[in-house]
């Protein structure tokens, strides 16, 4: 079995060490098929092999070259002038300026034809898996980690699509001035409070800025774009209990889920939260203030009443000089 052996060592060092790839031209039979280790190195013939290595050749010169460090044959005779090699093949893979690459290990195993010549029949290559575990046949180790890369990346996906739906939603339901909810949400929300709250739980609280325009004209949108932001930042601190908006241009609203028995005691609340405005720094500077009108929920009134009755005392306030609040249905305040 000398032979075999020699014609197998003289192939691995031919190709990998030399680059000769006329050796497979030479040596390998019409009909020889070849399986390697990538994932579409599976040729049936020769004809396919021989394109795939001018390939390679045009794309391996100069760039790498292989060193065998160790090389195990094991032939046999497996038939009237057929034999079989395995081998197990150790090989260093250097760089032009001699930094080692890398260093792998390659299976290999080929079935031989001797008649005055030797011929290649057919030539089988693998690389062992550094996933399998010791003793284990099937590849559970790689299944494994292929199955847990998968999972890692459909639940980063999933993350992703997560936050950019969250994104989506959060631009649907606010306004991106001031970050309060928008007119379609915010009513969308009250209808529904309504709907399920007693007949005459809820405080409807419109607001708007008082000579807006003039501000607009006067100091430029972009002074009066910062006006409704800290106007927004003003309610979000005095009315965190209840439901804000932006409702559109310089109006914001309010919904309280609650039923206030105390009418007295809400307009001090809206008087203490009037002089904090009026002593915000910025809006001092420009004499920025608000007017607003309040409508307490009666007898299941739904959100059209109550923005009507609000509205009407928003307007009213505004006539009897701004600055100030009124409550639908009571004297000025």
Excluded at 93 to 117: A, H, T
């Amino acid at each position: 079995m000398n032979g075999v052996s020699e014609f197998c060592r003289y192939l691995v060092h031919e190709y990998l060490e030399n680059c000769n790839y006329d050796i497979f031209e030479k040596h390998m039979a019409p009909t020889a098929s070849v399986i390697g280790t990538g994932g579409t190195e599976f040729f049936p013939s020769l004809k396919e092999f021989s394109q795939a290595i001018k390939n390679e050749e045009k794309v391996r010169a100069g760039l790498v070259r292989f060193t065998v460090q160790k090389e195990e044959i094991w032939p046999q005779k497996i038939g009237e002038a057929l034999y079989l090699a395995i081998m197990r093949i150790v090989v260093r893979e250097d760089s032009p300026d001699g930094r080692i690459v890398c260093e792998m290990e390659f299976r290999v195993s080929m079935i031989l034809e001797y008649k005055n010549e030797w011929k290649v029949l057919h030539v089988h290559q693998s690389s062992p898996d550094p996933n399998q575990a010791p003793g284990e046949f099937f590849p559970n180790g790689m299944i494994g980690s292929m199955n847990q890369q998968l999972k890692e990346l459909v639940e980063k996906q999933t993350h992703a699509l997560r936050e950019m739906n969250e994104k989506l939603q959060y631009a649907v339901e606010h306004d991106y001035l001031t970050g309060l909810y928008n007119r379609a949400h915010f009513e969308a929300v009250v209808t529904s409070i309504l709907r399920s709250c007693p007949r005459n739980q809820g405080v409807f609280l419109m607001l708007d800025v008082d000579d807006f325009k003039l501000c607009n004209d006067k100091y430029g949108h972009l002074l009066g774009d910062k006006v409704l932001s800290v106007i927004g930042k003003w309610m979000e601190r005095e009315f965190s209990d209840g439901i804000i908006a932006h409702y559109g241009g310089d109006e914001f609203t309010v919904f309280f889920d609650k039923e206030v028995k105390d009418i007295g005691r809400f307009s001090q609340r809206m008087e203490k939260a009037l002089r904090a405005l009026r002593q915000d720094p910025f809006l001092k500077i420009y004499g920025i203030t608000v007017s607003a009108g309040i409508a307490f929920r009666k007898d299941e009134q739904m959100f059209e009443e109550l923005y009507r009755y609000a509205d009407q005392a928003l307007y009213e306030a505004k006539e009897k000089g701004k600055n100030s609040f009124l409550i639908a249905g009571e004297i000025e305040k």
